[in-house]
């Protein structure tokens, strides 16, 4: 959906080092999500914010910590990257006001970590 | 949220219509049905949802049984572009996450 944006789209990096990953919505959602997919496997949910000053765990939170800019911006870090971490990450929008919520999901970051 | 199950994978001829299952048995009265399907590691994009009625749009028809413990995504006349892996997903009206699981890998044939 060309409503939610990510940057970077490809990311090589090697373990120990601190990296971002941007995550940019014009649809006007106030709440976003971060999650990262294995090979073969569902997606797994890191963190989500329902608003700018509103941060939540998801099931695979350690490791990784969120930003909320702004209600269009929502960045995921990886404090010290890991092998492990090796991954495609999704950022994905929703809004609190539509019933039911529907999630719009970015492009995808592809990650991996040396 | 209820558990879903798919099958692993379908192939459809270009031009037929596709007919995808889902099983949600636990599902429970308030919970509704969504579809989304992921092309090739692109983003998971949104099909179509329902609760209790059959549900049509520009994409795809929902059609769930009336003891809402399974359901079918139609695909009238796919084609090569519609080769994707579509997960069936069951969930309350809000929340947090969306369960992806391993979804059905369908493929359109020439």
């Known amino acids: 959906d060309a409503d939610v944006t990510q940057t970077p789209r490809n990311r090589i990096t090697k373990t120990g080092k601190r990296i971002m990953l941007e995550c940019s919505q014009t649809k006007g959602h106030d709440r976003m999500y971060w999650y990262r997919q294995d090979p073969g496997l569902g997606l797994r949910l890191i963190y989500y914010?329902?608003?700018?000053?509103?941060?939540n765990k998801g099931e695979i939170s350690d490791g990784y910590s969120v930003s909320r800019q702004a209600q269009a911006k929502f960045s995921l870090s990886l404090e010290s990257a890991i092998p492990n971490q090796t991954a495609l990450y999704f950022c994905a929008t929703s809004d609190f006001w539509t019933v039911p919520e529907t999630q719009y999901f970015g492009p995808g970051t592809r990650l991996l970590v040396l | 949220d209820a558990k879903t199950t798919q099958p692993t994978s379908m192939d459809c001829a270009e031009g037929r219509a596709a007919n995808l299952p889902c099983n949600h048995s636990?599902?429970?009265?308030?919970?509704?049905v969504y579809w989304y399907r992921q092309i090739h590691s692109q983003g998971p994009q949104y099909i179509i949802h329902g609760l209790k009625n059959n549900e049509t749009n520009e994409m795809a028809s929902l059609i769930i049984t009336e003891d809402r413990k399974s359901s079918t995504l139609i695909l009238p006349h796919a084609t090569l572009r519609d080769t994707a892996v579509y997960y069936c997903?069951?969930?309350?009206?809000?929340?947090?996450?969306?369960?992806f699981g391993t979804g059905t890998s369908l493929t359109v044939i020439p």
């Open positions: 997903i069951v969930r309350l009206t809000t929340g947090n996450q969306f369960y």
């Open positions: 636990t599902i429970s009265g308030n919970e509704y």
């Open positions: 914010s329902f608003d700018v000053k509103d941060i």
